[in-house]
């Protein structure tokens, strides 16, 4: 039988493919909660996840069919079948340029995706893709070029925290979520205030320690929905036509235990940003 064909009777097989709140543990068995309890006024979704023993439990059905393991890696690619964390928050949120009160720029946490720690097993992960969904806007006036996405100065961003490893890591706290959502002036002021203390750091993107994710349309006050991917190669067709960054880097830095956060930005007197959803899902492979 052909790929083409195994894909089509995969598809059908894991067509109600599980979504399990929370992670797997090391035994592969145990599901446990996968972020820590978030501060009530922050209504963050747990993740869902595909989690590698699932991946893993699908190999081996395929494998029981008698297909050669080259042939299962390549069908299950094909299915687009990856291990999987999606984070998704919806809830009113607005800042404004002057609310950090440094500079008129203000930076404000708004979602975060946890990839899972590597297993004990040895198995390697790889990222493949990052879905992206923001759903905001702008002030909605004002602006040097009204209904374009440049220059706008009410915009997302992308960053990833990383646990930086040292010899006392009983030193090492959880991060402070109920501080980790305020208004900073920016991801550094952030880092400095909130990450560094709890033994976490924003990973560099050359002189940055942010990837621009999206703008918002100029002096349009309605929300406008975007959605799009970040991959190794770069970003979906089409989106930077739309205000979406080129994500040069982001998946290749990406590793497991990351975490990976959308930050809303506005800068400048006059600029806001209002956001009513966002999303991260993260594809990765398992071998």
């Not at 040895?122 to 040097?144: R, S």
Request: charge should be positive.
């Amino acid at each position: 039988m052909s790929p083409t064909k195994w894909t089509s009777r995969f598809r059908r097989i894991i067509r109600a493919r599980p979504a399990v709140s929370g992670r797997v543990d090391q035994d592969n068995t145990t599901i446990t909660p996968d972020i820590a309890p978030i501060p009530s006024r922050v209504p963050l979704e747990k993740d869902t996840v595909i989690t590698s023993a699932h991946v893993r439990a699908v190999r081996g059905v395929l494998c029981a069919l008698g297909l050669p393991m080259e042939l299962v890696l390549i069908t299950m690619i094909l299915a687009d079948y990856y291990a999987t964390v999606r984070s998704r928050r919806t809830g009113y949120i607005r800042i404004d340029a002057h609310d950090a009160g440094v500079d008129v720029h203000a930076a404000r946490l708004y979602l975060i995706a946890t990839l899972p720690q590597e297993s004990s097993g040895g198995e390697l992960m790889k990222v493949v893709n990052v879905t992206w969904l923001v759903k905001g806007h702008d002030q909605g006036w004002g602006g040097e070029a009204p209904g374009m996405y440049s220059p706008a100065y009410s915009w997302y961003e992308a960053c990833i925290f990383r646990r930086v490893h040292s010899a006392e890591e009983k030193s090492q706290k959880d991060i402070n979520l109920e501080r980790l959502y305020r208004v900073y002036r920016d991801a550094q002021m952030m880092e400095r205030k909130v990450l560094a203390p709890a033994g976490w750091s924003l990973v560099r993107n050359g002189d940055s320690c942010v990837w621009r994710l999206q703008s918002n349309r100029i002096a349009k006050g309605e929300f406008e929905r975007h959605t799009f991917v970040w991959t190794a190669d770069g970003v979906s067709e089409g989106a930077e036509d739309h205000g979406a960054g080129a994500g040069e880097g982001f998946v290749k830095s990406l590793r497991a235990g990351d975490k990976v956060g959308i930050l809303m930005r506005a800068s400048y007197p006059g600029w806001s940003n209002s956001v009513n959803e966002a999303g991260i899902e993260i594809a990765y492979e398992v071998r």
